[in-house]
């Protein structure tokens, strides 16, 4: 007997029935097309989300602008390079208003899913993601931590108990993460509520119990579940579906259990 052949998943037809169907199927025949049509909608509603967001300052620098004119050239260099400081913050502020209410008009909530990368709910993500994305890579590092960052997840679907502090940007998938009373991220912590398993994009909530700390530079992947009062130590990858146990010490790569009079022994 020969060996078994590998099954093509973007080759299967959709178990979609109507319109749906024939749109995933279409979404999977013609899978790079689609895809690169797919991104001039979402640069589109990028680039709306950003003008919408500098209007504010773009108002405040034309003010600063005709008011300055009387004043001396250095002073006036001055000012206008204040404005355009200060219309840097109104963006973001304005941003984390604009993008949560856009990812609501859009029905972006995730839900626990499996599938091919190719398919509608996975379009649902693409866009709950960039949307993250824009707010993240452009202006969450000067509001974490802090209570805005916190409103900005909320705002996007993330569940977060009281006391939560989230010292990290490195957030994805926020409708899919859950946080109990007085958790800890550290700085840097990366959360993703999905992976990759033999071609399919898997979404999988993930749920950090009251009082959890998570160590700088960790990793938590999807469908991880840290228990009450765990820690996890810095810099170690917790990897998908793996349950910490409440009050249980995490760390290494992949992240095992580790005796507390382990971490207390001198070379």
């Known amino acids: 007997m020969g060996a078994p052949q590998k099954l093509d998943i973007y080759s299967l037809k959709s178990e979609r029935k109507g319109l749906a169907g ?3 199927n279409l979404l999977r025949e013609f899978k790079i097309i689609v895809h690169l049509v797919m991104l001039a909608p979402l640069y589109m509603i990028g680039g709306a ?3 919408l967001a500098l209007l504010p300052g773009f108002y405040l620098f034309s003010w ?4 300055s004119e ?3 050239q250095g002073l006036r260099f001055w000012l206008l390079g204040s404005s355009l400081g200060l219309g840097y913050f109104m963006y973001g502020f304005s941003m984390i208003m604009i993008v949560p209410t856009l990812n609501f008009l859009f029905r972006t909530k995730l839900s626990e899913w499996r599938g091919p990368y190719y398919s509608l709910p996975a379009i649902r993500w693409y866009v709950h993601n960039g949307l993250t994305y824009i707010v993240r890579y452009t202006f969450l590092e000067f509001i974490t931590p802090t209570p805005f960052n916190l409103f900005f997840f909320r705002m996007m679907g993330m569940k977060i108990g009281e006391g939560t502090i989230i010292n990290t940007s490195h957030l994805s998938d926020p409708s899919l993460v859950e946080m109990g009373r007085k958790v800890t991220l550290g700085g840097s912590v990366t959360i993703v509520a999905h992976y990759g398993q033999g071609g ?3 979404l999988a909530p993930v749920k950090i119990h009251d009082k959890a700390t998570i160590g700088l530079r960790a990793i938590l992947m999807g469908g991880v579940t840290i228990g009450e009062g765990a820690k996890i130590l810095p810099n170690s990858v917790v990897l998908p579906k793996t349950h910490v146990p409440a009050g249980e010490t ?3 790569v992949p992240a095992r259990r580790i005796d507390p009079s382990e971490l207390t022994k001198v070379s």
Do not use: K, P, T
């Open 70 to 72: 009387g004043v001396s």
């Open 64 to 67: 600063m602008s005709s008011w």
């Open 49 to 51: 989300c950003i003008g």
């Open 200 to 202: 399919y994009l898997v």
């Open 250 to 252: 995490w760390g290494g």
């Open 22 to 24: 024939r749109l995933e």
